[in-house]
């Protein structure tokens, strides 16, 4: 590989960024960037009834979150259109490509000739030897013509692939495909080669079910005389049962994984593990990552979406993430939960100074960003606190009484820390005989509404004095 590395991720935009799509991307950024070449992204928008402004905006909003970034202009595969036709053209004029003029009639009479033979269509080839009286008396009957490709009809056609290995086809079983449609438009085989050839592409990593497609494309670059890139053809994601992985498993946008509350940096982690690894390392920086993704740690196996998992390596990540910098991971998932838009309104200077200080205890407890949202609601409750129905249950046995007398040990302290925090607590369990855990759980209900929180010491500091003694008279009452 001593060539400058020049990889591609090349999405249509029909729809989001695909998990799956975000994982190719990933692996043909390591590649590029490992070996100091380029990663281009062209967008595959020749499908213009189902290609979207919409769609292309969510791909590219999508790999930049992902933090994929991509070298030069984004090439927009339909504005090459001319560039197809002239290659197109170029293949028939010396031979490598012709014209047919079958009818829809006589296409479909193929097809239903291959279904009763239980065998895949496959065109017969009768326009391939045809000459110009032929082509003058179609031309004189109205019919249009397509051209196609004129593939080797016997030998193979192999490619040494750099994570399937060495993959044959027998010629015989791979027909002469359209190039260029009837109203001069290219096909996908057709544009995909000469866009690819036209950017410099070295390396093409994409899932396997491109496999079939690298034949017929490597007999488009053979037939231009143009070098065939190396291919890498990476095992799909399936779910957890193996099967095809689906909505149901967690085929999502990449945007609905940042709306579910992942960050960056844990999905690229996680997807870096879908189907390659290094040794038994499971954490990785993307330098560390970069430093080391190699195609020939790509399994051949399919990969399994595991949730689990996902989320294992986003609360790592959030753990290990500066308060303050999560505080901002958190801003945007706020549109997406229930009462998120009261609590963005009610972050003041104050209120978020309030949330960082709680953000060491509240990231223990959460493996998404949604998991932490919502476990900071206590922070801006309103009086009287809704109680949840275990809070209830906690503060209807004898928690009012236990309450009562917590109350007016720590409105007599004269400074509202930690450490004196405890020391009332601790001094009361021990005057009632009660256990620690036996007065912090109606404290932590009546402060919290709920039966979990961060330590209780915690939120009796980070809600503060006034607020605090406030929440128990409520309850105390």
Same mark, same amino acid.
């Given at each position: ?344 309104? *009610?972050?003041?200077? !104050? ?5 960082? $200080?709680?953000?060491? +205890? %509240? /990231?223990?407890? =959460? ?50 820390? *930690?450490?004196?925090? !405890? ?5 009361? $369990?021990?005057?009632? +005989? %009660? /256990?620690?855990? =036996? ?39």
């Amino acid at each position: 590989m001593s060539d400058p590395i020049v990889t591609r991720f090349a999405p249509s935009p029909t729809g989001f960024l695909h998990i799956g799509g975000g994982r190719t991307a990933l692996f043909n950024w390591l590649l590029a960037r490992r070996h100091g070449g380029k990663m281009l992204l062209r967008i595959e928008d020749t499908d213009r009834v189902r290609s979207t402004p919409e769609a292309i905006d969510a791909i590219i909003d999508g790999l930049k979150w992902l933090g994929l970034s991509w070298d030069g202009e984004v090439i927009y595969q339909f504005a090459r259109a001319p560039r197809h036709k002239e290659v197109a053209e170029a293949m028939l004029a010396n031979g490598r490509a012709y014209k047919c003029y079958a009818t829809s009639e006589e296409l479909e009479a193929m097809r239903e000739a291959a279904k009763a033979a239980g065998k895949p269509m496959r065109y017969d080839g009768r326009w391939r030897e045809k000459g110009p009286e032929d082509h003058a008396k179609a031309e004189a009957e109205g019919r249009k013509y397509v051209i196609r490709l004129k593939a080797p009809l016997d030998g193979q056609t192999t490619v040494q692939d750099l994570v399937q290995g060495t993959v044959t086809w027998d010629n015989e079983n791979l027909d002469d495909l359209v190039l260029l449609r009837s109203d001069g438009t290219p096909t996908y085989m057709l544009a995909v080669v000469v866009d690819d050839h036209d950017m410099g592409v070295t390396h093409i990593i994409r899932g396997d079910d491109h496999l079939t497609n690298a034949a017929r494309q490597s007999q488009i670059y053979e037939a231009n005389g143009w070098k065939v890139p190396f291919m890498a053809h990476i095992p799909l994601i399936h779910g957890p049962d193996g099967a095809k992985l689906s909505k149901r498993h967690g085929a999502l946008g990449v945007d609905a994984y940042r709306a579910l509350g992942y960050l960056p940096e844990a999905l690229r982690n996680y997807l870096v593990r879908l189907g390659w690894a290094h040794g038994d390392q499971e954490i990785f920086s993307t330098d560390e990552m970069t430093a080391v993704f190699d195609l020939k740690n790509v399994g051949r196996s399919p990969a399994r979406f595991d949730f689990a998992k996902l989320e294992s390596i986003n609360g790592h990540y959030m753990r290990k993430t500066d308060d303050a910098a999560l505080l901002e991971a958190l801003r945007p998932v706020l549109a997406h939960v229930e009462g998120g838009a009261e609590i963005a309104n *009610a972050l003041t200077p !104050e209120k978020e100074a309030q949330w960082i $200080a709680a953000m060491p +205890g %509240l /990231k223990e407890r =959460a493996k998404t960003l949604v998991e932490l949202i919502d476990g900071s609601r206590f922070l801006f409750a309103t009086r009287p606190l809704a109680m949840d129905e275990k809070a209830r249950e906690i503060l209807a046995k004898d928690g009012k009484a236990i309450l009562a007398r917590l109350l007016s040990r720590l409105e007599a302290l004269p400074v509202w820390e *930690a450490a004196a925090l !405890e020391e009332a607590v601790r001094a009361e $369990a021990e005057s009632s +005989g %009660l /256990k620690l855990g =036996a007065l912090a759980q109606p404290l932590r209900a009546a402060l919290t509404g709920r039966a979990t929180s961060p330590g209780i010491f915690e939120v009796l500091v980070v809600l503060g004095r006034e607020e605090c003694l406030g929440r128990l008279r409520d309850q105390a009452a």
